[in-house]
């Protein structure tokens, strides 16, 4: 391995430490959709395709900036820039698409509750031997 690829290999790995956890909560939120895919359908439809979005579009962008943020000779800096701008604005766009499906998963399917009658008031029932007195 050259030393230009062992310095990019590194700063692959530190910046894919930062992003771990995150992308360790997309991948479990894909494998609990698709445990609960038989019981509550619609809902782990719409988780898997939320974390699976959210986790494909991490580790795009990781992988995709990681590359060109990679100095090299003669590279054209205002391109790559461009080229991260338009990168991070659709990958804003796809995450938030992805947390709108989970969000929608929380939401979508549930059963409404069932209206409760209200409790007729309590009335004393008279004692043995009185009237009942009716107002008006």
Not at 22 to 51: D, I, Q
Not at 124 to 129: C, D, N, R, T, Y
Request: no cysteine.
């Amino acid at each position: 391995m050259a030393k230009g690829d062992s310095g990019f290999f590194i700063f692959l790995l530190t910046r894919l430490a930062v992003r771990a956890p995150g992308m360790l909560v997309y991948l479990a939120g894909v494998v609990l959709a698709l445990l609960n895919l038989r019981r509550h359908r619609t809902p782990a439809v719409l988780t898997l395709l939320g974390s699976a979005l959210l986790l494909l579009v991490a580790t795009t962008s990781l992988l995709l900036e990681s590359f060109l943020l990679r100095p090299r000779a003669g590279e054209d800096l205002e391109r790559n820039v461009r080229l991260m701008a338009g990168f991070g604005f659709a990958a804003a766009i796809l995450h938030a698409l992805g947390f709108a499906l989970v969000l929608a998963a929380v939401f979508l399917g549930r059963l409404r509750p069932v209206p409760v009658a209200p409790r007729p008031e309590a009335v004393p029932s008279p004692a043995a031997g009185e009237e009942t007195r009716f107002r008006a």
